[in-house]
């Protein structure tokens, strides 16, 4: 019995002295249990996250879509030729002694302001290929198709053939400005359109440049031709041929595996394409379901919320030209002229198309940083006041002549208006305000009133400097600058930082709370 007690009394002694570290022990069992269902707790979340099981992130990568732009800008190059080409090749073509061709006035002038009407037929007829094959489809015809036109100049025998090649000319650049402006808008993020449309103003101001350094060199006209028909139409019709459609078109065609993929290689593997692709459907939905077809599409153009901004925009479009937008770069060799300093006309237009790219390639820097709106009427703000200026000297010249020791005076304001002009504000908008389901139907319409908005200016401007006076004319330039500035701060709402579906929502909810 003793000995019973004793091996109890033994045992507790045991339990007492191990007590602590079995106390311990525990405890640090349960501390390691309960890291571990921390670390699990965790691991649940990141997995119930589709982002994080697939390795997707909300940034997306940025060289596809600039080397897509950079194809597509490309083509704008051959536009800004297209429009520069007369003013460096007339005086060879108005040379009584050359033994080329030679034009008669009215021939020179239609070799001016022909392409335009061109152009207009071309952005009629646009929306077809637009809708039905795709804005890089539609590039892949228009291509050529200036090719061929470069080339006909290069090798016309008659002066018809010339102005011929001319309109083909307009016809091309009209397929060519839809579809190539439309295709960088819908392939862009929302986070770098802006800085992507304002490259290809930028392309654009780079072939009229390259346009007026060929011209001062020793070589013809139809070897300015041959040359440029072989750097702007070639190297782009390879790239487009390695590019994808646009992913916003494919949704419109129901292509929705194809759009996938066309998001995935111009955002990267990376970035989460179901949830951008998600909300182009649900847009496309709300627009009365995918319009596949121009009839269709044209139909749609009857909300109220699209009706609205084709009205508003139509009008912009149109209006612009008349403060000069078209007219200054088309006759600044005349207007220098007229102004009588001692400086070169040509060296004052090629100072021109430098400062182009100088404010085209600054406001590619700040076009997504601004607002829209008050970037667009401070623009407009400069632009009134150096027409005002510019019209004030030339009134000054007309009655005594005060200021003409002033001789950089007109390049200052000519350049300043070059500078702040090549703003890619209206470009933006004239893809960002319209919804996916009609955006390939809405643009060429909107190209349609452009042209006929730059043909009228362009007819009409000699006729205003004979009636007004070279300065009348500087000064109907900066009333319509005032007039933009009213009708954009009144009608246009403001888009940057939205992707183009928020841009859709944000119209419709307005147009219903309107209603």
Request: one cysteine or more.
């Amino acid at each position: 019995m003793k000995e019973t007690k004793k091996g109890i009394a033994e045992w507790e002694k045991e339990r007492i002295l191990e007590e602590p570290c079995t106390q311990y022990q525990t405890k640090q069992s349960s501390n390691e249990t309960k890291h571990r269902e921390e670390e699990q707790t965790m691991t649940k979340s990141q997995i119930s996250s589709p982002e994080a099981e697939c390795g997707h992130t909300g940034t997306p990568a940025i060289l596809h879509q600039v080397l897509g732009t950079g194809v597509a800008a490309m083509a704008q190059m051959d536009i800004g030729a297209i429009f520069a080409y007369p003013g460096v090749t007339l005086p060879q073509l108005l040379d009584g002694t050359s033994d080329d061709l030679v034009f008669t006035t009215a021939q020179a002038a239609l070799f001016g302001s022909v392409i335009y009407l061109g152009a207009m037929v071309g952005s009629f007829l646009a929306g077809l290929p637009m809708v039905r094959l795709g804005q890089r489809v539609t590039l892949l015809m228009a291509l050529p198709l200036s090719f061929a036109s470069w080339m006909a100049l290069t090798l016309a025998p008659s002066a018809w053939l010339v102005l011929t090649a001319r309109m083909v000319q307009g016809f091309a650049l009209s397929l060519m400005a839809s579809s190539s402006n439309t295709y960088v808008a819908e392939i862009a993020h929302s986070s770098i359109r802006g800085r992507l449309v304002a490259g290809m103003e930028l392309s654009r101001q780079v072939g009229s440049l390259l346009i007026f350094c060929l011209g001062v060199s020793s070589l013809t006209w139809r070897q300015v031709a041959l040359t440029t028909a072989l750097v702007n139409t070639v190297l782009p019709f390879v790239g487009l041929l390695l590019l994808p459609n646009s992913p916003r078109w494919l949704a419109t065609r129901n292509r929705h595996e194809d759009a996938r993929r066309a998001l995935t290689f111009f955002r990267g593997h990376n970035y989460d394409t179901d949830k951008e692709l998600e909300a182009i459907s649900s847009q496309l939905q709300k627009s009365s379901g995918k319009q596949t077809n121009v009839l269709q599409q044209v139909k749609q153009l009857r909300q109220p919320a699209i009706l609205r901004y084709v009205v508003v925009m139509s009008f912009v479009l149109f209006f612009i030209h008349f403060n000069g937008t078209s007219v200054l770069p088309a006759y600044v060799v005349i207007i220098m002229n007229t102004a009588q300093v001692q400086m070169s006309s040509y060296v004052a237009a090629i100072a021109v198309c430098l400062t182009k790219i100088a404010g085209t390639f600054c406001f590619g820097f700040v076009i997504d940083r601004i607002n829209r709106k008050p970037l667009f009427m401070a623009i407009s703000l400069v632009n009134a006041v150096s027409m005002a200026v510019l019209g004030g000297y030339f009134f000054d010249q007309a009655h005594g002549g005060h200021f003409q020791h002033l001789e950089w005076l007109p390049l200052l304001c000519l350049t300043t208006y070059a500078f702040f002009s090549v703003s890619p504000i209206i470009s933006l908008l004239r893809t960002e305000l319209f919804p996916t389901a009609v955006r390939s139907t809405v643009v060429p319409i909107l190209y349609t009133t452009f042209f006929i908005g730059a043909f009228l200016a362009l007819q009409t401007y000699p006729y205003i400097a004979v009636g007004l006076g070279p300065y009348g004319a500087f000064w109907v330039f900066a009333g319509c600058s005032l007039i933009l500035i009213v009708i954009v701060l009144l009608t246009i709402p403001e888009t940057r930082g939205k992707t183009l579906e928020q841009i859709t929502e944000m119209q419709q909810n307005a147009t219903r709370s309107s209603q």
